[in-house]
């Protein structure tokens, strides 16, 4: 397994790295630590991932849970996301995310330490789009898509990743889904 985890982190045969795809940081690679639980989206789903949402995010306010690497997040700023909140609560993960938030000069991404379910509970604030991303088969999912709906401007949208399929929670559609390897993954709008 540790092999399979080093082999998944690469990027232009670096360990744990991850390359932005597109907008305005395209080809820039992130470094992350080496965490349990920390799998990177791949950029194959990345790239669907953005193909259904248009590409671009003009002025979006983005919210990236459990950011670990921070690839979807940095991914949203790259395409003109108006602001990021990235929210972590492992200090190696943190320390990779201002890094690479410096490196980038990415402005507009606000890396938070704190627990994720506890931050959306205490959280008013509202989004365009969530990135609920939680360490692989932590079962973390199912409790924050609870509390979702409130987070989310009407019509918003969610972005969900996990070792089971996904189930939309009452208020939502999933508008596009698909599967990677051991990861399902959904796009879902609140209705």
Avoid at 174 to 181: K, L
Wanted: aromatic content about 8%.
């Amino acid at each position: 397994m540790l092999a399979k985890r080093a082999a998944h982190g690469r990027a232009h045969g670096a360990a744990n790295r991850v390359r932005i795809i597109g907008g305005q940081y395209r080809r820039r690679l992130l470094d992350f630590p080496d965490s349990a639980g920390l799998r990177p989206t791949p950029d194959r789903v990345r790239e669907t991932l953005f193909n259904w949402l248009g590409q671009d995010l003009p002025g979006w306010v983005c919210l990236d849970l459990f950011a670990g690497s921070g690839a979807l997040g940095f991914e949203a700023a790259s395409r003109g996301a108006g602001r990021v909140i990235m929210i972590e609560r492992d200090r190696a993960a943190i320390d990779a995310l201002e890094k690479n938030r410096a490196v980038l000069g990415a402005n507009q991404v606000d890396v938070r330490r704190a627990d994720a379910l506890a931050w959306l509970a205490n959280s008013r604030e509202i989004f365009d789009l969530i990135f609920v991303d939680p360490p692989f088969d932590s079962g973390l999912a199912t409790a924050v898509l609870a509390d979702l709906a409130r987070h989310l401007k009407p019509g918003g949208q969610a972005y969900v990743e996990q070792g089971s399929e996904v189930l939309p929670p009452p208020g939502f559609i999933i508008h596009r889904s698909g599967r990677a390897g051991r990861s399902h993954f959904a796009l879902l709008i609140k209705e």
